[in-house]
């Protein structure tokens, strides 16, 4: 292990970190980004130590690593990881595989710089250290190697609440941004108010930038990251700045927006192209990453499916490895791989439906037994990758600002309301006439039930008037007939801003006809029709 020792100015909150050119990994056309990385080497009890971690939004409790070391070489690692919305800190042997998502010996290539934290993110490093150096003492860890290789039955598989959620791939056509009620629209009318002098314009951008592309450009890559990453928003909410409901379904598309870049461990390279590997990731990592993510973190792990130029994102929560060894092989291994898989598509709350697919490699051990190399015998994935924190990265929506997805996620649950006598019609109508029903009902019967009572009347119907991405529509709801009825309203809330409501009713016959001919004329009748209670969808009672 190379010690350095730099001289840098005597300011106490002075760092050396590095430039670290990472892979921009998504990108269809190769391009690098810089992060920045801090290695603090020190000696402790006998022992030496590497601190290792990210600063460049602050330091960050997800994106720090302790090594320590056996003479020149790193034992095991200590770190902190997110799943699951849980926080937890692991400790392992790192000899056979590298969890952090750069090396851990410094480079050539990285470039040396002083960075100045200000105090509190001196505090937050040292509280950080002190916590992962607390873990790594702990002897009673298994830091036995998961990577030898043996003949057998292996299965591991994530509990069931660690499961990711469902949720939409959100293609790049609209659906984050169409309509008054999409994710996007509902964002910009709400976080303009954390911040002073700033008017958000997410659905500008997304209709600019994300507008357009092939047909399997989407959002499945920000699915799986926030489903990773954070619990399920499985609540309905209350916005008080527009009083209006957003439903689970709006907040599960923001978290996906704003997740749609986050700090990742990548393993393998996108295709590209006829340049690129075909055969990378390779199996002796594939199954490295399986092992350490699926049995050690217990944290899902996101996959591409398809090696060619789409990405398809699916994850993965468990695996069962049938490895037997090759006849006349001393140390070469078959396994038969049969993943639990998640994939995207799904509407409504729960955890994604499970599926499972199969891959076959070889593996190839060392002389100790551990894992050397490996080729694949079945068609392999693209790549994998593992959610570790959120992030900016220059390719995601800038004015959807993870702070402000967070303000909204705590806004207060929605609760059932009631209003009574709040809508009343006596009078006599023609057959097919209409009667409006005043517009400010709408933000009630957007997301409630309505008890009513009509008389009078064969048919009635509730027809809604809504403008929809610049386009005038018009639908409607059939309600039942007879005294004491009720009826949900519901369908409202799946459209853009409704503009008018109003009934139309028909005429009861007197006398059942055979023909049109006969049918008695009517030129006006008696109608009755009131709303008596509304229970809708609306604001914490103990806000009213």
């Known amino acids: 292990m190379l010690f350095i020792m730099l001289l840098i100015p005597a300011i106490s909150n002075a760092e050396v970190c590095y430039d670290i050119a990472k892979e921009n990994s998504f990108d269809l056309e190769f391009s690098e980004s810089l992060e920045t990385w801090c290695f603090e080497d020190f000696g402790q009890s006998g022992y030496k130590y590497r601190y290792i971690y990210n600063v460049d939004d602050g330091v960050d409790k997800k994106l720090s690593y302790l090594l320590s070391y056996k003479g020149s070489k790193p034992v095991d690692v200590t770190h902190g990881y ?58 009673s860890l298994n830091t036995a190697s998961l990577y030898t290789l043996e003949a057998g039955v292996f299965e591991s598989s994530l509990p069931t609440e660690k499961h990711p959620f469902k949720g939409k791939y959100w293609p790049f056509d609209g659906g984050m941004y169409s309509g008054s009620h999409s994710p996007l629209a509902m964002y910009d009318s709400i976080a303009g108010n954390f911040y002073d002098n700033w008017t958000p314009k997410s659905v500008e951008w997304e209709k600019e930038h994300h507008g357009e592309g092939p047909s399997w450009a989407c959002h499945c890559n920000g699915w799986a990251a926030s489903a990773v990453l954070y619990e399920e928003p499985v609540d309905t909410l209350w916005d008080e700045y527009n009083e209006k409901v957003i439903t689970a379904h709006t907040l599960k598309g923001l978290l996906t927006e704003a997740s749609f870049c986050v700090n990742w461990a990548f393993y ?37 499916t398809e090696p060619g130029l789409s990405v398809e994102n699916a994850l993965i929560s468990g695996y069962k ?18 993943l639990q898989m998640h994939y995207y598509g799904e509407s409504g709350s729960g955890k994604a439906t499970i599926r499972y697919s199969n891959y076959s490699y070889y593996l190839n051990a060392d002389s100790q037994g ?29 004015h959807v600002k993870k702070y402000a997805v967070d303000k909204i996620l705590n806004f207060p649950k929605a609760e059932m309301n009631e209003i009574y006598n709040v809508f009343n019609f006596d009078g006599e109508l023609e057959d097919s006439a209409t009667v409006d029903i005043p517009l400010e009902l709408k933000k009630y019967l957007e997301k409630g039930s309505v008890d009513y009572s009509a008389h009078g009347a064969s048919n009635i119907y509730l027809y809604f008037e809504y403008d929809y991405n610049g386009q005038i529509y018009k639908d409607y709801i059939g309600l039942r007939t007879g005294d004491i009825e009720g009826a949900d309203f519901g369908l409202l809330n799946r459209h853009g801003e409704v503009l008018r409501l109003w009934l139309r009713v028909y005429a009861p016959a007197s006398t059942p006809t055979d023909t049109p001919e006969d049918a008695p004329e009517i030129e006006k009748f008696k109608f009755n029709f009131n709303i008596n ?4 969808l609306g604001p914490p009672i103990n806000s009213n």
Request: hydrophobic letters at 35%; one cysteine or more.
């Open 370 to 398: 551990k894992i050397e190399s490996g080729e694949w015998a079945s068609k392999n994935p693209d790549f994998l990758w593992v959610p570790l924190s959120e992030k900016d990265c220059g390719r995601e929506n800038p």
């Open 268 to 304: 393998g390279h996108r295709y590209r192209g006829p340049e690129s590997d075909s055969k990378d990731i390779y199996a002796d990592k594939f199954h490295k990453v399986l092992l350490y993510y699926i049995n050690k973190q217990q944290k899902a792990v996101a996959i591409d």
């Open 533 to 536: 209670k509304i229970s809708y």
């Open 82 to 139: 997110m799943s699951g919305g849980d926080f937890k800190i692991i400790k392992d042997k790192i000899s056979d595989f590298n969890p952090l998502p750069i090396p851990m010996e410094l480079q050539n290539s990285f470039k040396a710089k002083v960075v100045f934290l200000n105090k509190s993110n001196q505090a937050k490093k040292t509280q950080i250290l002190n916590n992962l150096l607390s873990k790594s003492k702990n002897k």
């Open 321 to 338: 490895f049938d490895i037997t060894k090759v006849e006349g092989e001393d140390k070469k291994f078959l396994v038969n791989a049969r």
